[in-house]
């Protein structure tokens, strides 16, 4: 009886330390699709192929203008790797971009 209460209080204690826990996408590269679109890709830390949330474009901006659409490819690996493409206006040569997304702040 006790070494089952041990083993629920165990339990409870691992559930409540990781609970909130949020899971760490890292932007690894950005890279052009075409003229009119950015690829971007992250690393997970989970085996969860929809880690990056993907159902607000808002939330995706491009010098402060959010995508046009944001399509995700997901694949298991190291824990996951997430390809984020961005629908964007026309991409111009030598311009400087503002990236703005649920994970990271950059500029390109």
Known sequence: ???RLKTVLITV???LAFHGAEAKLTLREI???SNEALVLFFTGDTLD???ASIDDASKWLISGK???AVFR???QADPCDHHIYLETERL???KKYRLNTPYCD???
């Open 1 to 3: 009886m006790i070494q």
């Open 13 to 15: 204690f691992v559930l």
């Open 31 to 33: 890279r052009t699709a």
């Open 49 to 51: 192929v929809k880690e």
């Open 66 to 68: 959010p995508a046009k």
């Open 73 to 75: 490819y997901a694949t």
């Open 92 to 94: 111009k040569d030598g």
């Open 106 to 108: 950059t500029s390109f």
